[in-house]
């Protein structure tokens, strides 16, 4: 689904990713973790499209597609989804509106017919239920006093709305309390399939009880310096991010 | 002051002395201590504090030819799907041809030149009375000049459902037209009003505009104003609004286009329990300068005002906020709040906000905030990264601004005109 090749980012003449290489088939989870600055939210940044960013060497190949080479909301309508790890509160624009829009641009770049009103609000509820987002929040404008839990849930809604190929979790742990935790993980484990995929990006292992990775790569440094099963991440919880520090010093 | 400054009003004077009025000498005694005034007064100056931000060269240098009566075809110009009488003025007179509206039961509703000559109470009263000795020199003027408009006086406890729709429409060239309307809502009424100001055809028309509201005890009052003069062409509109007390009055304004729009609207709460709300939308282009000066002014204890005024600017476009929120001694427990936010859509366009309380009482809750920025990039990508084009995020995002500032209009299909209005305008 994609194939990441010798990718490297900078921003403001920096060097974050020093030559990241990653496959993700579809039907796979797989787990991204790092220390703090390691760069994996550089990585989801470049791969949905944030301008900021420069790549300056190597390629990510989407679906067939050169995926560097279109635009943030085209690699969203081929199937790109990024749940963000602050999600950006805009007054003014309801969130149905804009996943209505959102939904009919996609469509329309595929070729196909907009959403009816009907099946559109069938869909409405029926994913809003699935992350037990009350549907008076999908009437609001978009993040706007959500409380952080909210924002993560509605996420996911998004995600669910948007069905996306592959689906990039930046975060989306952090500030959530062990019961929202629950509901976010069952959401997305709700939405897997055989056709999509999964990128978890994470600091700690605890999200990764609820949703279980094929495989888990350590971020550190730019690179990815260790790839494993899923029990890499219950060691890293326990040996902690100075393991994989050390390691690399000896290199 | 120079003696160039000088000519430019005696030619402004001389292009309407030809004006003939006929009326009785109570109407032609007030025409005279205008025209007392504006010997005294002169055009401002970039130096006037009240006109700093908004030069007057465009419409003072032009030369002017008087507006005459005239007959278009106004199909166009009204809301669809919006009942209401329908009443037209052009180029400062009234047109009883274009006019449709039914005569009911506690309404008195005719041109202004026919309420002076019927000599109706509430005129001889109410008439004149908020805007005479402003030193005002657009204002003195019009109530040296004015030619017709529309007089509404709804009786006591009277509630009119259906709306009134003024269309205030200049034609020609290089016209100068002077309209002024009489509102009175006698104690206990309702009544909404829609005014829009609109050009046909032609460049340069200028409108000197001059409205007085007397809003009474227990009376809610709407005006929703819509400017929309394409072209080239020049307005200044004043509005003088006193309120006294439990009373309710509203206005919306809505200006879209106009090389020239001063709006100078001036609310005077004299009495309890009064609520106020003005709000307004200002979407500038090209070279538009579109420019709002209100003020309240709080006398008495126990009122809210609400002031909300929006600008979306593109191009060389700039717009200019004033707002005024005076709280006098006695106006204790009184809750004002102002807000002015603008968004720049270009490089060369300017906002100029200046909001200002002044307060004189202790026991008030005041607050007033100006924000002048471009569009939240953060949002956009957002916005892009779940598949909407930029310039699709872009238009979601100000047309959700926009329709923010005239949530007050209470008359669903004006509300989804202006909506509508606002998407057409900002594609």
């Given at each position: 689904?994609?194939?990441?090749?010798?990718?490297?980012?900078?921003?403001?003449?920096?060097?974050?990713?020093?030559?990241?290489?990653?496959?993700?088939?579809?039907?796979?989870?797989?787990?991204?973790?790092?220390?703090?600055?390691?760069?994996?939210?550089?990585?989801?940044?470049?791969?949905?499209?944030?301008?900021?960013?420069?790549?300056?060497?190597?390629?990510?190949?989407?679906?067939?597609?050169?995926?560097?080479?279109?635009?943030?909301?085209?690699?969203?309508?081929?199937?790109?989804?990024?749940?963000?790890?602050?999600?950006?509160?805009?007054?003014?624009?309801?969130?149905?509106?804009?996943?209505?829009?959102?939904?009919?641009?996609?469509?329309?770049?595929?070729?196909?017919?907009?959403?009816?009103?009907?099946?559109?609000?069938?869909?409405?509820?029926?994913?809003?239920?699935?992350?037990?987002?009350?549907?008076?929040?999908?009437?609001?404008?978009?993040?706007?006093?959500?409380?952080?839990?909210?924002?993560?849930?509605?996420?996911?809604?998004?995600?669910?709305?948007?069905?996306?190929?592959?689906?990039?979790?930046?975060?989306?742990?952090?500030?959530?309390?062990?019961?929202?935790?629950?509901?976010?993980?069952?959401?997305?484990?709700?939405?897997?399939?055989?056709?999509?995929?999964?990128?978890?990006?994470?600091?700690?292992?605890?999200?990764?009880?609820?949703?279980?990775?094929?495989?888990?790569?350590?971020?550190?440094?730019?690179?990815?310096?260790?790839?494993?099963?899923?029990?890499?991440?219950?060691?890293?919880?326990?040996?902690?991010?100075?393991?994989?520090?050390?390691?690399?010093?000896?290199? | 002051?120079?003696?160039?400054?000088?000519?430019?009003?005696?030619?402004?004077?001389?292009?309407?002395?030809?004006?003939?009025?006929?009326?009785?000498?109570?109407?032609?005694?007030?025409?005279?201590?205008?025209?007392?005034?504006?010997?005294?007064?002169?055009?401002?100056?970039?130096?006037?504090?009240?006109?700093?931000?908004?030069?007057?060269?465009?419409?003072?240098?032009?030369?002017?030819?008087?507006?005459?009566?005239?007959?278009?075809?106004?199909?166009?110009?009204?809301?669809?799907?919006?009942?209401?009488?329908?009443?037209?003025?052009?180029?400062?007179?009234?047109?009883?041809?274009?006019?449709?509206?039914?005569?009911?039961?506690?309404?008195?509703?005719?041109?202004?030149?026919?309420?002076?000559?019927?000599?109706?109470?509430?005129?001889?009263?109410?008439?004149?009375?908020?805007?005479?000795?402003?030193?005002?020199?657009?204002?003195?003027?019009?109530?040296?000049?004015?030619?017709?408009?529309?007089?509404?006086?709804?009786?006591?406890?009277?509630?009119?459902?259906?709306?009134?729709?003024?269309?205030?429409?200049?034609?020609?060239?290089?016209?100068?037209?002077?309209?002024?309307?009489?509102?009175?809502?006698?104690?206990?009424?309702?009544?909404?009003?829609?005014?829009?100001?609109?050009?046909?055809?032609?460049?340069?028309?200028?409108?000197?505009?001059?409205?007085?509201?007397?809003?009474?005890?227990?009376?809610?009052?709407?005006?929703?104003?819509?400017?929309?003069?394409?072209?080239?062409?020049?307005?200044?509109?004043?509005?003088?609004?006193?309120?006294?007390?439990?009373?309710?009055?509203?206005?919306?304004?809505?200006?879209?286009?106009?090389a020239l729009v001063r709006n100078n609207l001036n609310i005077e709460v004299d009495a309890s329990n009064c609520e106020t709300n003005l709000n307004g939308l200002y979407l500038g282009k090209n070279k538009d300068h579109i420019d709002n000066h209100t003020v309240v002014d709080h006398k008495k204890p126990h009122c809210n005002s609400n002031e909300v005024y929006r600008g979306v600017l593109d191009d060389e476009s700039t717009g200019v906020f004033n707002g005024k929120v005076f709280v006098r001694q006695d106006a204790q427990i009184t809750n004002a709040f102002q807000?002015?936010?603008?968004?720049?859509?270009?490089?060369?366009?300017?906002?100029?906000?200046?909001?200002?309380?002044?307060?004189?009482?202790?026991?008030?809750?005041?607050?007033?905030?100006?924000?002048?920025?471009?569009?939240?990039?953060?949002?956009?990508?957002?916005?892009?990264?779940?598949?909407?084009?930029?310039?699709?995020?872009?238009?979601?995002?100000?047309?959700?601004?926009?329709?923010?500032?005239?949530?007050?209009?209470?008359?669903?299909?004006?509300?989804?005109?202006?909506?509508?209005?606002?998407?057409?305008?900002?594609?």
């Amino acid at each position: 689904m994609i194939k990441i090749n010798n990718l490297h980012a900078s921003i403001d003449g920096k060097e974050i990713l020093k030559g990241i290489n990653l496959e993700v088939k579809a039907g796979e989870v797989h787990a991204i973790m790092g220390p703090n600055g390691s760069g994996k939210s550089t990585l989801s940044s470049v791969l949905a499209g944030r301008e900021e960013f420069e790549v300056t060497e190597g390629s990510v190949e989407f679906d067939g597609k050169d995926l560097l080479d279109l635009s943030p909301e085209d690699r969203a309508r081929e199937g790109l989804f990024l749940a963000f790890q602050y999600p950006v509160e805009i007054p003014g624009v309801s969130n149905i509106n804009f996943l209505k829009t959102a939904i009919n641009e996609k469509r329309a770049y595929l070729n196909q017919e907009p959403v009816s009103a009907k099946e559109f609000l069938g869909m409405v509820k029926e994913k809003s239920a699935l992350v037990e987002l009350d549907s008076k929040l999908a009437n609001r404008s978009v993040n706007e006093g959500f409380s952080g839990g909210e924002k993560k849930r509605n996420e996911i809604f998004q995600m669910a709305m948007l069905s996306p190929k592959l689906s990039i979790l930046d975060e989306t742990d952090s500030g959530l309390d062990i019961d929202a935790l629950r509901i976010v993980a069952n959401g997305v484990n709700k939405l897997k399939s055989p056709n999509n995929a999964t990128i978890v990006i994470t600091h700690y292992q605890r999200l990764l009880d609820y949703i279980v990775p094929d495989f888990v790569h350590v971020l550190y440094n730019g690179k990815i310096v260790k790839s494993g099963g899923k029990e890499l991440a219950i060691e890293l919880e326990e040996k902690g991010y100075d393991w994989i520090k050390s390691e690399n010093v000896e290199l | 002051m120079t003696t160039a400054e000088l000519t430019k009003k005696d030619t402004f004077l001389a292009a309407l002395s030809p004006l003939q009025f006929n009326e009785d000498s109570y109407f032609e005694g007030l025409r005279n201590n205008a025209k007392n005034e504006l010997a005294e007064l002169d055009f401002p100056t970039s130096k006037t504090e009240y006109w700093k931000y908004t030069r007057l060269g465009k419409i003072v240098n032009n030369t002017y030819t008087l507006g005459q009566p005239d007959k278009i075809d106004i199909t166009n110009f009204l809301i669809p799907n919006l009942e209401a009488h329908v009443l037209v003025v052009i180029n400062g007179y009234y047109s009883p041809e274009l006019s449709n509206f039914t005569e009911i039961d506690g309404v008195t509703l005719t041109s202004l030149s026919a309420a002076k000559k019927q000599g109706f109470e509430g005129l001889k009263k109410h008439f004149n009375q908020f805007t005479q000795d402003k030193k005002e020199i657009f204002l003195a003027l019009n109530n040296a000049f004015h030619t017709d408009g529309i007089y509404l006086e709804v009786a006591k406890n009277n509630n009119v459902e259906k709306p009134y729709h003024i269309l205030n429409i200049t034609t020609g060239n290089n016209t100068i037209s002077q309209s002024r309307n009489l509102f009175i809502g006698n104690v206990g009424s309702q009544v909404k009003i829609i005014e829009s100001f609109i050009n046909v055809g032609g460049e340069k028309n200028f409108n000197n505009h001059v409205s007085e509201f007397f809003v009474a005890e227990n009376t809610h009052l709407e005006y929703n104003k819509i400017q929309d003069k394409k072209e080239n062409n020049f307005s200044i509109a004043t509005e003088q609004v006193y309120q006294e007390a439990n009373s309710n009055f509203t206005i919306n304004t809505a200006t879209f286009n106009g090389a020239l729009v001063r709006n100078n609207l001036n609310i005077e709460v004299d009495a309890s329990n009064c609520e106020t709300n003005l709000n307004g939308l200002y979407l500038g282009k090209n070279k538009d300068h579109i420019d709002n000066h209100t003020v309240v002014d709080h006398k008495k204890p126990h009122c809210n005002s609400n002031e909300v005024y929006r600008g979306v600017l593109d191009d060389e476009s700039t717009g200019v906020f004033n707002g005024k929120v005076f709280v006098r001694q006695d106006a204790q427990i009184t809750n004002a709040f102002q807000q002015n936010n603008n968004i720049l859509l270009s490089d060369n366009a300017t906002a100029n906000s200046k909001p200002e309380l002044e307060i004189y009482a202790d026991d008030v809750k005041c607050s007033h905030g100006s924000t002048t920025g471009q569009i939240d990039e953060e949002a956009i990508f957002y916005l892009q990264s779940r598949g909407i084009s930029k310039k699709g995020a872009l238009k979601l995002m100000i047309n959700a601004f926009a329709k923010d500032a005239l949530e007050r209009i209470s008359i669903e299909t004006l509300h989804e005109y202006i909506d509508a209005k606002i998407e057409e305008e900002l594609s």
